[in-house]
Every structure is written in structure tokens, then in C-alpha cells.
């Protein structure tokens, strides 16, 4: 593994924040640009969000967003984050956990529960593995989800004790049928106060009479099976917290969070059922990070830095090789316009967009989450990711639209060629690269605008749309 | 004088039950009006369905007479309510602080009138988020996005304004709900400042109180404020999910969390549902939670006011609260001890 020391080529810098960001602003990659990678990747894994639109103000304007009942409400206040964070990778991670443990409102109803769970990913998420996997399973979310008030001694129910060994921490192939019974056995007694009215309510998917009542965690030890086990070749009386331990401790369990990482930020691998199947894309990225694991005693972020300090993260091959999710298509978009900084009731037209896209956020297709790749691009979602982002950046309503369009006019600078102009638009919406033929057919439109000396600012913003709707925008 | 009294205030029941898509019952009721005669209108904001946006009529009794009102821009329609009151004139007032007016209905909700225009001049408002009728017939608006409060005649007249954004004596931050006491002295609940401000009938300021903070007299953002025949002081205190209690000297009387029961209204529901009835016959509304955020902490505990936007006195000097997110009203009463 190599560190590149020196002030960072712009495109580097750009491909950086299109993985650990939604893209990057004028302001951010010039920010970037100006200081080591090496300062640059810490500073975006350690960074704290203190511009998101306060929850109060939310609360005020959206008293939805207060309850967080319905879908539109709780997926448009993570909108509010995502649009507004100013630590992006710290939601980005979010994204990254709530595809790998796939928990949907569809089931569960109440929002509150689900953003809950978030709370937790956004505290625990690149923290350490145990202590995440401790969260996980005590989360009233999680257990609902996947039914882990059912599970009773001497009557359990495996839901949780299979995911957590074959989707969420080690992968099918690893370990075998006898040990998900034991890791069940070990997580009876784990559920919710109040179980059978919480249970019920949440089958009837009701409000009646007050509202839901928010789920909490509850250890019943007279439901848990305290009585030996056998667990991944370990002999004890384990609970659900040894059984973590043990699971964290394995190779297979390093080598699956990484392959994880490496999918999510690097390049689409196989979809997971088949990795039991077929080695990792890039064996030496996954040693990189599995070595990192064990050295920081299970640490995620100690992972994710490995990952985006590598070579094989670095690598130009790996620049733009991921079909932008939904959600980071939204999410990136609305960042480059500006116009979260106040509430505002086109938070629900935009979650929306991106479910028509393809991404329900909060609403997974199944326990394995979304696949992604290519998965993402139909010819209807195609449409609706070209309506969306020449919707918005076409919009010069929006002052941060007007922004960028002066931003492109001036570092094009006066009398510029419509080469000059393209090359700054490029540059403006985040450093995208694009084929000399392309470059060609965008330079040929700018080339007709009525005014090439200076054109105006719906000139501007056309060719702003014809960009986010090129192949190039599609990818990060 | 009021101060000298002790004073004890005391649950008394719960009125409503959830129904966000119209019909008997309330979705995040916002704000409340008393006429003369008891009957309580209670507005719904319920943005997440559109159905539940609508005033409904009730009673002290959990009497249920019927609702008006309904998503939309048209005449007699509303998209944010913020506030409703009567007039001296039996009609009833309503802010929308979205379409930023005034809607004026008949005693039975029938469409009158609508006023207001967006805009900062003196007589447009800006975000009105509460209304408050003087004993002189004046209507105070709380036009909270351009921090002043302005009062107007009944039909949208301008006749004067004071306030201006800031932290400082006569200044407000996001304002919202407001009252008047007996001698028209008027309380304005200064949101973002976390406090209450209280001035003369003219506008002049008299006093402050509340600091930001959980504990005794402080608030975190109190939503509104009302003040009964005595004197006695009620602040929503809307972040920390309670209201705190103090005389007109601001002495500290106590703070409410809530103690809703199950209403009349509530029980036909779980009378209907045999299932939820007896599940229920095992549900701790008063589990013991977590220590949290006090928004985290009434997510979980059913019986406790959770996001209490405001505050009405009955005739008979009983306290009301919307108790928003439980669709409900909790109903309090002030006794002297």
C-alpha cells in the first residue's frame, strides 16, 4: 500500500468525495485539493455534523418529522442530514449499514423505530464491530424485524440467529445449522418492553388509539436460555453478547465486512449470495482491511481508512466504475442546488424521486437489501434519474443554482469558448470526467448559444442538464 | 393576590383518540379554542395525511359535534394551521402560517372570510403562528417569521405592531403562541429565545422569564402560553414535553409530564377491537425507559404529553393541552390548597 503525500490531484480528490461523499462542491474540492490525501480521508472519517437543519426547527415546520410515523416522514428527515451534513461519510456509512442490515418500515410501520436504528448506525457505525453487532441486536428495530421477540427458550425462533451469521457478520458457508440454533439459543430473552401490545399493534398497523409507542429493549431473564452451548467450536453458557464476541473474533467475519466495504466503496462486486461462491474482486484490498481489523481490534473506521488510503481504492480503474445509487443521485444533486438550509415541503416530492428511481429508503426489497450496479438502470429509472437532476439543476430559482452558473461563467472567464465553458461545468458539478465524445457533442451545443461571449444564465443551466444527463452522471 | 395562594394542579382525564383520516377523534391537534359555551375546536395539522388536516368539535363531556375545514387553498380550506380563537363575535379565527391568513368561519365552521398577505410592510404577515382576541376586540397576530406581533382588527385591519427579531427585551426569536390575562397584559411564548415575554396592553415590555435548560424555569422552545383568572402562568414547554406551572410572580408551582388515561373515545376503539383490548390488559404505559432526550422519553411512554403545543382555560378554570403527538387532550385543573 502506497500514501500519496503530496497535494492531491483534483480528479483523485473528486473521486474521493463522490465515494466517502455525495460529491464534492466547488467549495469541497477546492478545500480538498488544498491539502493531503492522507489529512483529507481523516478529516472526512472524523468529521462531526454541525450544519444539519436543526431538529427543532424540522419538528416546528414538519410535525410529521416529530412523530416520524409515516415513510415520507422519516425518510425525508434523513434527507434533512444527508442533504445538509457537513460529515457526509458518517451518512454515507448509514446508507452502507441500512443496506447490509436491511430493516424496512414496510413491516416494522412506525418511523420512529426505524430512525432510531439510524441514530444508533450514526453513533456506532464506524465505531467497533462488536460493539455495533451489541447495538444491532439489542435494537428494538432489528428485533422486530426479524422477529426476535418470537424467540423464547426452549421454543426459538431462528430469524436473527441466521442473519447475523449469514448476512450481517459472516456469510453463508462459514459456520453451519447446529450453530445458528445455538446463536438463537443465545438471543431468547433479547426483546421489547411491552412485547405482546408492541407485536400486535405493529400487525394490525394501527395509531389507535395515541400513536405508536416507540420500542424499547428488554432482557426478560426468565425467557433466556441460559443452558450450555456450542457455538463456532466454543463450549460455554453463552448470551447473545459471547456469541458476538466469538463472531467477531473469526477471519470469515473480517473478510466479509471488508468484502462489504469494498462493494459499497470501491467497486460492485457479485451480489452476496454468490461470494460463498467466487473469491473477492481484489483479494489484496480485502487483506489490506482485514489486517486493519484485527490490528484496531474490530475497527470499522480503522477499515475504511485502510480502504481509501489503498491503491486499489486510488486506482484510476476504480474512478467512476459504481452506478450512482438513487439516493447518492438525489442526495448528490440537491447538495450541488442548495436549498436545505430551511424547511421545506420538497423533502417529500424528493424522497420520492428517488423511490421512483428504484431506492425506497427505509423500505429494502427483502433482508439482503438492495443489490445495486447495473441493478440500478431501467429504462424507466433512467428516465426518472435524467428528470430529476435536469429538473433540479436546471432550476435557477434556487439560489444555489444561480451560484454554480456564476461560478461556471467565471472561472470559464469573459469571452470564453464553448470548450472553455464545458471544461468548467465539468469541473463545477464535481470533477466529472467524460468521453472525448461527449465532451464533443457538449461543446457543439454550447457552441450555439446566442450569446458565446457571455452567455446568459439559462444557457448555462441548459448545459448543466445536458451534462446530468449524460451516461458520466450516472456514475461515482 | 394570587401569588400569596398555594396552589395545587391535578390530572383530570384525557379527551380524544387518534383518527388521521377525518371523523371523531384528532391527528397532531396543534391548537385549541374554547367558546363560551365549552365546546373545544380543536385544529388538526396532520400534513402526513392530508385527510386529518380539519378542525374538530368537542366538549369537556368528550361530546363530539362535528368538523369543518379541510386541506387546500380554496375558501375555508388550510394547509398549516397554526392557531385558532374566537372572537368576541362567536366566529372563529384561523392562521395558516403557509398560505400566511386569516380564515374566519361562523360559529359552525361555515366560510366567512379570509384575510392576510405575505410580506413584512406593517399589516402583512409573515408565518402567523398564534391569535389572541383583547378585551378591546382587537385580534394580536403572532407573526413569527418577521418576529413582531401585530394587531389588527377582526377583519385584517393594521393598527399597530411591536417587536423585532432578537434576543433582547421586546425582541423575539421565532415566536408562537400568545395570551392575554385579565387586564390585558399580554405573554408571548419566545420560542428560539426560550422564553416567555410578557407586556403591557400597549406592547411596552414588562418582563422576561425562562432561560434556556431542562431544569425549574427554564424552557427548550416553549410553544405557547396561557394564564388563568388568578394569574397563574402555563408555558408548553414544548422540547422538554411538559408545562411548568408558576404564578403571576413566576414562582414555581410545578411542571406536568402527563398522566393521560384511556378516553371514553379511546375505549370504543379498544371495545371494537377485542385483540388490542386484551393485549392491552398487559401494556405499562408508564414502562421505565431509558434516559433520553425528553422527546426520545414520551416516544416511549404513553401516558406522557409528547410535543404539547398549547395551552386553553376553560370556563371552568380547567387546564387543557394539546398533547399533539397522542392526538389527544390532556385535561389538568389549578386548585387552590
Known amino acids: 500500500m502506497t500514501t500519496t503525500h503530496a497535494r492531491i490531484d483534483e480528479s483523485l480528490v473528486a473521486h474521493l468525495l463522490r465515494r466517502a461523499s455525495f460529491g464534492g462542491t466547488t467549495e469541497e474540492l477546492s478545500h480538498f485539493s488544498e491539502i493531503e490525501y492522507e489529512t483529507a480521508v481523516d478529516e472526512l472519517l472524523n468529521a462531526r455534523d454541525t450544519m444539519s437543519i436543526p431538529q427543532d426547527i424540522i419538528r416546528r415546520y414538519h ?12 425518510s425525508g428527515n434523513w434527507l434533512y442530514h444527508m442533504v445538509n451534513t457537513d460529515a457526509p461519510l458518517v451518512e454515507k456509512v448509514n446508507l452502507f449499514w441500512h443496506r447490509i442490515f436491511a430493516t424496512g418500515q414496510t413491516k416494522l410501520i412506525q418511523g420512529k423505530a426505524m430512525t432510531t436504528q439510524l441514530d444508533m448506525f450514526r453513533e456506532f457505525g464506524l465505531g467497533k464491530f462488536d460493539e455495533l453487532l451489541l447495538q444491532l441486536s439489542k435494537n428494538p428495530a432489528m428485533i422486530m424485524w426479524l422477529d ?5 427458550k426452549g421454543s426459538i425462533n431462528e430469524n436473527y440467529g441466521r442473519e447475523i451469521l449469514e448476512l450481517f457478520a459472516m456469510g453463508a458457508g462459514n459456520y453451519t445449522e447446529e450453530d445458528i440454533k445455538e446463536c438463537s439459543r443465545a438471543f431468547t430473552g433479547w426483546t421489547v418492553e411491552n412485547t405482546d401490545y408492541m407485536a400486535l399493534k405493529m400487525r394490525n398497523n394501527t395509531m389507535r388509539p395515541y400513536g405508536y409507542v416507540n420500542w424499547q429493549f428488554k432482557f426478560d431473564p426468565e425467557d433466556h436460555d441460559d443452558g450450555e452451548k456450542i457455538f463456532l467450536g466454543e463450549t460455554g453458557n453463552f448470551n447473545g453478547e459471547d456469541v458476538i464476541a466469538i463472531i467477531c473474533k473469526q477471519p470469515a467475519t473480517a473478510g466479509f465486512v471488508a468484502r462489504h466495504l469494498y462493494h459499497y466503496f470501491v467497486a460492485d462486486e457479485l451480489p452476496v449470495p454468490q461470494w460463498p461462491h467466487f473469491p473477492p474482486l481484489n483479494p489484496e484490498a480485502i487483506k489490506v482491511m482485514t489486517d486493519a481489523y484485527f490490528e484496531s481490534g474490530y475497527s470499522i473506521k480503522a477499515m475504511l481508512r485502510a480502504l481509501l488510503l489503498s491503491d486499489s481504492f486510488k486506482s484510476e480503474a476504480a474512478w467512476n466504475a459504481r452506478v450512482k445509487s438513487p439516493i447518492e443521485l438525489v442526495v448528490g444533486t440537491l447538495r450541488l442546488a442548495g436549498g436545505y438550509d430551511g424547511p421545506t415541503h420538497d423533502v417529500y416530492g424528493h424522497i420520492a424521486s428517488s423511490s421512483f428511481m428504484g431506492q425506497d429508503i427505509y423500505a429494502p426489497p427483502s433482508v439482503e437489501g438492495w443489490m445495486g450496479g447495473a441493478d440500478w438502470i431501467s429504462t424507466g429509472s433512467m428516465v426518472q434519474r435524467v428528470n430529476f437532476a435536469s429538473d433540479i439543476i436546471g432550476d435557477l430559482d434556487r439560489e444555489g443554482i ?13 469571452g470564453a469558448s464553448p470548450e472553455s465553458l464545458v471544461q468548467a461545468s465539468l469541473k463545477h458539478l464535481g470533477n466529472i470526467q467524460v468521453s472525448d465524445q461527449v465532451n464533443e457533442g457538449l461543446a457543439e451545443f454550447a457552441s450555439n448559444f446566442e450569446n458565446t461571449v457571455r452567455p446568459s444564465n439559462e444557457n448555462i443551466a441548459s448545459l448543466l442538464q445536458l451534462i446530468v444527463a449524460t451516461r458520466e452522471f450516472q456514475f461515482v | 393576590m394570587a401569588t400569596q395562594l398555594k396552589s395545587k394542579v391535578n390530572y383530570v382525564d384525557t379527551i380524544g383518540f387518534g383518527a388521521d383520516v377525518g371523523g371523531r377523534g384528532f391527528h397532531i391537534p396543534i391548537d385549541l379554542s374554547i367558546r363560551p359555551d365549552g365546546r373545544i375546536f380543536v385544529a388538526n395539522r396532520s400534513p402526513a395525511h392530508r385527510k386529518g388536516i380539519r378542525v374538530g368539535i368537542c366538549d369537556i363531556n368528550h361530546g363530539w359535534y362535528h368538523e369543518f375545514g379541510s386541506d387546500g387553498n380554496g375558501d375555508g380550506q388550510f394547509t398549516g394551521p397554526t392557531a385558532i380563537t374566537h372572537g368576541p363575535d362567536d366566529r372563529v ?13 361562523d360559529p359552525d365552521g361555515e366560510f366567512i372570510s379570509k384575510w392576510g398577505e405575505k410580506g413584512s410592510d406593517p399589516g402583512q404577515i409573515s408565518g402567523p403562528s398564534g391569535l389572541k382576541f383583547t378585551s378591546r376586540g382587537d385580534l394580536l397576530v403572532v407573526d413569527h417569521l418577521n418576529n413582531r406581533i401585530q394587531r389588527m382588527t377582526a377583519d385584517g385591519g393594521y393598527i399597530s405592531h411591536f417587536g423585532t427579531s432578537g434576543t433582547g427585551e421586546g425582541e423575539f426569536n421565532l415566536p408562537w403562541g400568545i395570551d392575554t390575562d385579565s387586564i390585558d397584559n399580554i405573554y408571548v411564548a419566545d420560542w428560539q429565545n426560550d422564553r416567555i415575554q410578557r407586556f403591557t396592553s400597549d406592547g411596552v415590555f414588562i418582563d422576561a422569564h425562562g432561560s434556556p435548560g431542562t431544569g425549574d424555569h427554564q424552557f427548550n422552545r416553549p410553544s405557547d402560553v396561557a394564564v388563568d383568572q388568578d394569574g397563574f402562568i402555563y408555558v408548553a414547554d414544548w422540547l422538554n414535553q411538559r408545562v411548568q406551572v408558576f404564578d403571576g410572580s413566576w414562582n414555581f408551582i410545578k411542571s406536568l409530564r402527563g398522566e393521560a388515561t384511556v378516553s371514553p373515545w379511546a375505549q370504543d376503539y379498544l371495545n371494537a377491537n377485542a385483540d388490542e383490548a386484551e393485549a392491552r390488559t398487559r401494556f405499562n404505559s408508564l414502562v421505565e425507559v431509558d434516559q433520553g432526550a425528553p422527546h426520545e422519553v414520551s416516544s416511549k411512554v404513553e401516558s406522557y404529553l409528547w410535543d404539547p403545543t398549547a395551552i386553553e382555560i376553560d370556563p371552568e378554570g380547567r387546564l387543557i393541552i394539546t398533547d399533539s403527538l397522542r392526538h389527544r387532550l390532556q385535561v389538568y385543573q389549578r386548585s387552590n390548597e
Open chain 1, 63 to 74: 410535525v410529521d418529522m416529530s412523530d416520524l410515523r409515516t415513510r415520507p416522514s422519516s
Open chain 1, 148 to 152: 426476535n421477540q418470537d424467540n423464547h
Open chain 1, 402 to 414: 444561480v451560484e454554480l452558473v456564476e461560478s461556471i461563467r467565471a472561472d470559464a472567464g469573459e
Open chain 2, 93 to 105: 379565527y384561523l392562521a395558516d402560517e403557509e398560505l400566511n391568513r386569516i380564515t374566519v368561519y
